[in-house]
């Protein structure tokens, strides 16, 4: 009991890049205060269940805590010789309210996430992860799409979302390592609810190669090409060589 990473993430399968998330865009990525039960390959939680809202017609992000019900969510796990493989699940339900109206409520959303890492040889490997669902957002992608927006007349539509990433991790020699990533997202916006201001996508390539002179010490270089487009056809792209330097303890 206490604050952890969400049930629903799969840490172990997250890219090594010079970026702490890395694959941002693609990854279930929450850390929130939970109760979860563990029993071999398989474990349960109840978590935080705040609501993020876009108002009707778009605008600033509404945070909303009003919900009755905690988000649950169910993950197992298998490990096999050639690598590993999680199935996660969350369900939750979706509420605002607002002092000057009703209660605001769309009901319970599901989201599924299903990742792997597969060995490859004696020391690569291929990390991939693919996540979708609606009511989600909050939990996919840094929040990159909302969990709902409201309509006309003061209810919850929840926004769909799908999300994933591949990596492939290369060892050169000891000590020396590269990863190559791609990572990407999709937002179902109704545009006549969020407005074109909504974002709609985005997605990112990475390069980099790490070295680790001593134990638990990494010095690399990475390259990173991103892009990002909203509803209304407008888009950015993003070129950056990201130097560093990490010590874990």
Do not use: C
């Amino acid at each position: 009991m206490g604050q952890e990473w969400t049930n629903f993430q799969n840490t172990a399968v997250l890219p090594e890049s010079a970026d702490f998330v890395g694959a941002a865009e693609g990854t279930v990525f929450a850390r929130q205060v939970q109760v979860r039960y563990t029993r071999g390959p398989f474990s349960i939680a109840v978590e935080n269940p705040e609501t993020t809202v876009t108002p009707f017609g778009g605008g600033a992000r509404i945070i909303a805590d009003d919900n009755s019900l905690p988000d649950l969510t169910a993950r197992y796990a298998i490990s096999r010789p050639w690598g590993d493989l999680q199935f996660a699940g969350l369900l939750r339900q979706l509420k605002y309210e607002n002092p000057a109206s009703a209660a605001r409520r769309h009901g319970d959303r599901l989201g599924l996430s299903a990742s792997t890492k597969i060995k490859v040889g004696a020391r690569d490997d291929i990390r991939l992860m693919l996540t979708g669902g609606e009511g989600i957002g909050r939990y996919v992608g840094l929040n990159f799409s909302n969990d709902a927006v409201l309509d006309a007349s003061g209810q919850l539509d929840a926004i769909g979302v799908i999300a994933g990433f591949a990596a492939y991790r290369h060892v050169w020699t000891p000590g020396w390592r590269s990863s190559l990533i791609w990572s990407a997202q999709r937002v179902d916006n109704d545009v006549l609810l969020t407005g074109t201001g909504a974002n709609r996508s985005a997605q990112s390539l990475h390069a980099n190669l790490i070295w680790s002179p001593v134990t638990a010490f990494d010095v690399g270089a990475e390259l990173m090409f991103a892009d990002r487009k909203l509803e209304s056809g407008l888009d950015g792209d993003m070129t950056r060589l990201i130097l560093f330097a990490k010590y874990g303890f």
